[in-house]
């Protein structure tokens, strides 16, 4: 299957959790969990328009200031999501700091934060100091936090002994080119095949025209032909890949349900794999999942794929033990 989001995760199976998915169709990306995130470089985080952060425990937040100490002077402003109490928590960061001489910034965050039955937004502004401009707005959570033509998150909170968010990100439908009609039309592959899947899926008009400029022999060639032409000839729709993000929740009933439901046949699923089953009975008292219950848990949500992350340090010198238990549970292809 073609691949629409490219992701990985920033850091080793033992590091901090933090998921890079770029768009490639936007030159944008998103991040899921915001550990620490010093090996991404600036261009990387510059492409940052949303950020996903699972809980505010260090290991998943610790990563705010080093994004926004990049972002500080860009136009553009981002957005964060993040469970119940996460409002508070930008702001004491935000507080931190002395923000005098940055009036000139237009640089602004704004926080979601998802409750189970609504989402409050609030806004911090770099030209007033970050000082949070008003009491939080309120409008009423579906399970989608946030819904564009391209693609939306779902989330969901889990039971960590807080509340902690997990997250699934859908593409709404895949757009692949008929190569071979393509070239019977004798149109040329080039950068306007993007422009077209992206016109389509702003839901343009099928009388827009789409430009095509290509060179041969040396020359300069254009073309322009309607939208509506183009998609019927060339362009086929298959379901959209669906990438699901778990971590840091106990194994229980409801916490597994909530996890399939959101990660059922997601393309891959992201799920931490703190602890081998042999410390079992540690992991429930830290709220975390084991190797084989993230193994299980992605086998009946019936993914294709399982990678597993957020090893406690402890198993530094046995990964291998934690992967092979996952993959055994999975019955299918388990990375790390
Ligand atoms: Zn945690
Ligand atoms: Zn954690």
Same mark, same amino acid.
């Given at each position: 299957?073609?691949?629409?989001?490219?992701?990985?995760?920033?850091?080793?199976?033992?590091?901090?959790?933090?998921?890079?998915?770029?768009?490639?169709?936007?030159?944008?990306?998103?991040?899921?969990?915001?550990?620490?995130?010093?090996?991404?470089?600036?261009?990387?985080?510059?492409?940052?328009?949303?950020?996903?952060?699972?809980?505010?425990?260090?290991?998943?937040?610790?990563?705010?200031?080093?994004?926004?100490?990049?972002?500080?002077?860009?136009?553009?402003?981002?957005?964060?999501?993040?469970?119940?109490?996460?409002?508070?928590?930008?702001?004491?960061?935000?507080?931190?700091?002395?923000?005098?001489?940055?009036?000139?910034?237009?640089?602004?965050?704004?926080?979601?934060?998802?409750?189970?039955?609504?989402?409050?937004?609030?806004?911090?502004?770099?030209?007033?100091?970050?000082?949070?401009?008003?009491?939080?707005?309120?409008?009423?959570?579906?399970?989608?936090?946030?819904?564009?033509?391209?693609?939306?998150?779902?989330?969901?909170?889990?039971?960590?002994?807080?509340?902690?968010?997990?997250?699934?990100?859908?593409?709404?439908?895949?757009?692949?080119?008929?190569?071979?009609?393509?070239?019977?039309?004798?149109?040329?592959?080039?950068?306007?095949?993007?422009?077209?899947?992206?016109?389509?899926?702003?839901?343009?008009?099928?009388?827009?025209?789409?430009?095509?400029?290509?060179?041969? =022999?040396?020359?300069?060639?254009? %073309? +322009?032909?309607?939208?509506?032409?183009? #998609?019927?000839? !060339?362009?086929?729709? $298959? /379901?959209?890949?669906?990438?699901?993000?778990?971590?840091?929740?106990?194994?229980?009933?409801?916490?597994?349900?909530?996890?399939?439901?959101?990660?059922?046949?997601?393309?891959?699923?992201?799920?931490?794999?703190?602890?081998?089953?042999?410390?079992?009975?540690?992991?429930?008292?830290?709220?975390?999942?084991? =190797?084989?219950?993230?193994?299980? %848990? +992605?086998?009946?949500?019936?993914?294709? #794929?399982?990678? !597993?992350?957020?090893? $406690? /340090?402890?198993?530094?010198?046995?990964?291998?033990?934690?992967?092979?238990?996952?993959?055994?549970?999975?019955?299918?292809?388990?990375?790390?």
């Amino acid at each position: 299957m073609a691949r629409s989001f490219h992701a990985f995760l920033v850091n080793d199976l033992f590091g901090d959790p933090a998921l890079y998915v770029s768009l490639p169709w936007e030159r944008r990306s998103l991040l899921f969990d915001l550990g620490d995130i010093s090996v991404l470089s600036a261009g990387r985080l510059l492409k940052l328009t949303d950020v996903f952060v699972s809980h505010a425990h260090i290991d998943h937040f610790v990563g705010f200031d080093y994004l926004l100490r990049v972002l500080l002077g860009r136009p553009k402003g981002l957005r964060l999501y993040g469970p119940p109490g996460f409002i508070d928590h930008v702001e004491g960061k935000l507080d931190g700091y002395t923000w005098n001489l940055v009036e000139d910034y237009s640089f602004a965050i704004e926080v979601h934060e998802v409750h189970e039955h609504r989402v409050l937004t609030a806004r911090f502004a770099c030209p007033e100091g970050f000082r949070r401009r008003e009491n939080p707005t309120s409008h009423p959570f579906d399970g989608v936090v946030l819904e564009e033509p391209q693609f939306r998150v779902r989330a969901t909170l889990l039971d960590h002994r807080i509340p902690c968010l997990a997250f699934a990100l859908e593409e709404t439908v895949h757009l692949n080119v008929d190569r071979v009609k393509l070239e019977a039309m004798g149109l040329p592959v080039g950068p306007w095949l993007m422009d077209l899947k992206r016109a389509i899926r702003g839901g343009a008009q099928a009388e827009q025209p789409i430009r095509i400029v290509w060179s041969e =022999a040396g020359s300069r060639r254009e %073309l +322009a032909l309607p939208l509506g032409e183009l #998609r019927h000839h !060339i362009v086929r729709l $298959s /379901p959209g890949q669906k990438l699901a993000y778990v971590t840091d929740a106990v194994d229980s009933p409801a916490n597994a349900a909530k996890i399939v439901s959101l990660a059922w046949q997601a393309d891959i699923l992201y799920c931490e794999a703190a602890y081998p089953a042999r410390d079992s009975a540690r992991a429930a008292a830290r709220f975390h999942l084991t =190797a084989a219950q993230a193994g299980r %848990l +992605a086998a009946e949500a019936r993914v294709r #794929r399982l990678t !597993i992350f957020h090893f $406690s /340090p402890k198993y530094r010198n046995c990964p291998g033990d934690l992967l092979d238990e996952a993959m055994a549970a999975f019955g299918g292809r388990a990375t790390g």
